[in-house]
């Protein structure tokens, strides 16, 4: 079975710090870009950020950028998001999800073949 499978989340106090990894099952990430997302409560997931399939090229929301960092180990098939700074509207799940369109690329808007199930961060003290 072809599967994303986000870990890492879970309750932070503000000003902490979380790592979020994206692993897949069943194929190799290597071939694909990845996009972040995340879903406020109440509310619709969005885009946060993305890597390119060899890592050259990431793009971060501007509510995230210089606090979230996306990096990537093809050697190990892992997606990392780093997640410093946590901020009480950073309250989300967040999901990671692969597509091979574009995957060179990360500014834009493109369709993802698969979705992780989500993994919660909660940033609360």
């Known amino acids: 079975q072809l599967q994303l499978v986000e870990s890492g989340g879970g309750l932070v106090q503000p000003g902490g710090s979380l790592t979020l990894s994206c692993t897949a099952s069943g194929f190799t990430l290597s071939y694909y870009a990845i996009d972040w997302f995340r879903r406020p409560p109440g509310k619709g997931h969005y885009k946060i950020g993305c890597?390119?399939?060899?890592?050259?090229?990431?793009d971060s929301a501007d509510s995230v950028k210089d606090r979230f960092t996306i990096s990537r180990d093809n050697a190990e098939n892992m997606i990392y998001l780093q997640m410093n700074n946590l901020k009480p509207e950073d309250t989300a799940v967040y999901y990671c999800?692969?597509?091979?369109?574009?995957?060179?690329?990360?500014?834009?808007?493109?369709?993802?073949?698969?979705w992780g199930q989500g993994t919660q961060v909660t940033v609360s003290s």
């Open positions: 890597i390119s399939r060899d890592g050259k090229e990431t």
């Open positions: 999800a692969a597509r091979t369109i574009s995957a060179t690329r990360c500014v834009g808007v493109f369709s993802n073949d698969y």
